[in-house]
Nanobody
């Protein structure tokens, strides 16, 4: 019933930009704090950015100043604007809630590859 569908990934050169989207269904979106996560090859999934009901955002140190998380409650969609991309940003990006409201029903994610 709860579903997260990520999109917008692709291949981009270092210094480039991408905008990821996350379509959410099965929850009352306006009550639901959202987050973006990523998992690089051979590494654990890590939290990248969060946005809470009041609009407060937080970012992992390595993406501060480069990434911006936002949401459109009318469309039940979260976004991640990624600028100044680096090769170390290469990962599969996922959206989900924030613990303890992070759900086990992860989406397929969207692959971001930063390479020349």
């Amino acid at each position: 019933q709860v579903q997260f569908v990520e999109s917008g990934g692709g291949l981009v050169q270092p210094g480039g930009s991408l905008r990821l989207s996350c379509a959410v269904s099965g929850v009352i979106f306006r009550f639901y704090a959202m987050a973006w996560y990523r998992q690089a090859p051979g590494k654990q999934r890590e939290l990248v950015a969060t946005i809470r009901n009041g609009g407060i955002t937080n970012y992992e140190d390595s993406v501060k100043g480069r990434f911006t998380i936002s949401r459109d409650n009318a469309k039940s969609t979260a976004f991640l604007q990624m600028n100044s991309l680096k090769p170390e940003d290469t990962a599969v990006y996922y959206c989900n809630g924030i613990s303890p409201n992070r759900l086990d029903s992860w989406g397929k994610g969207t692959l971001v590859t930063v390479s020349s």
